[in-house]
């Protein structure tokens, strides 16, 4: 019977540091959309043409700022290099973005494939102030899973995003592990460190209760022993789930699992 106590207590000490670990994953998660280099105020994207560009709140520009002066000067794409009123913006100066403002206003260059875009902030933009938190599952012990992991060093998949874009990633192994006696695996591309993936997973809840394009997980190194922890309650919602202006990865072919995963962020109502 003590023992039988003692477990139980052990049991409620581990579910309480638990759901405290996951209040402080959505409390941060929730900061870092709404920080001023969150995704929720995205407030453009548009594509440069090779050579002029121009810029500002008159319909006559090449690309209309939302509240903005009529004209915001040019901006010119040559050769990969993108100036904007004379001054190189990109490549960057250093290794943060070059970052022009005006008013509540804040953008600068991105570059996708050969492609370069102007990727424009807006403070006061309609989807931060339209935000009122993420929903998600309860959190289940269930779905934290441990994985083997299998080394596929010199791998690359090929990552096509919302935009249709595709591009090479290094795939430092793949991720197996079983839920309801059947076994699973997801390709894992590169986290923080060489101990860490990061893993773009569709599953049979999207457009259901899900986000349609898939949901991001992070792994954080290997457990005692050279298992991998995969945490789906803290899979979370890739930027488009949130912005119409991100350009988010798809899931790969093999990472679209017949799988229901009900853990972790739930559609945020973007689509």
């Excluded at 596929?152 to 591009?167: E, F, Q």
């Excluded at 789906?232 to 679209?256: H, M, S």
Aim: net charge positive; charged share 25%; hydrophobic share 35%.
């Amino acid at each position: 019977m003590k023992k039988a106590l003692i477990f139980l207590l052990l049991l409620s000490v581990f579910s309480a540091k638990s759901q405290d670990d996951y209040a402080d994953f959505y409390a941060k998660r929730e900061a870092s959309l709404k920080s001023e280099n969150g995704w929720l105020n995205l407030a453009g994207l548009f594509w440069l043409k090779e050579g002029e560009n121009t810029i500002g709140g008159a319909e006559s520009n090449d690309f209309v700022f939302p509240h903005a002066e009529a004209t915001l000067g040019k901006v010119i794409l040559q050769k990969n290099q993108v100036l904007y009123n004379g001054q190189v913006i990109f490549p960057y100066s250093g290794p943060k973005p070059t970052v022009i403002s005006h008013q509540s206003l804040r953008w600068f260059i991105i570059q996708r494939g050969d492609k370069f875009a102007i990727r424009l902030r807006d403070l006061e933009g309609e989807y931060l102030k339209a935000f009122h938190g993420i929903e998600h599952f309860p959190s289940d012990a269930k779905w934290k899973i441990k994985a083997k992991f299998i080394p596929t060093a010199g791998k690359k998949v090929t990552i096509i995003d919302i935009t249709g874009r595709s591009y090479q990633e290094d795939s430092p192994g793949l991720l197996e592990f079983v839920v309801y006696g059947k076994t699973y695996r997801l390709e894992a591309g590169p986290g923080e460190t060489k101990e860490d993936f990061f893993v773009v997973f569709g599953d049979a809840t999207n457009k259901t209760s899900t986000y349609g394009g898939g949901r991001f997980l992070d792994t954080k190194g290997f457990n005692a022993d050279g298992t991998v922890t995969l945490d789906f309650n803290k899979a979370y919602n890739p930027p488009c789930a949130f912005t119409p202006f991100a350009t988010c990865p798809l899931p790969t072919k093999e990472n679209k699992l017949t799988l229901a995963i009900p853990a972790g962020e739930k559609n945020a109502g973007h689509h």
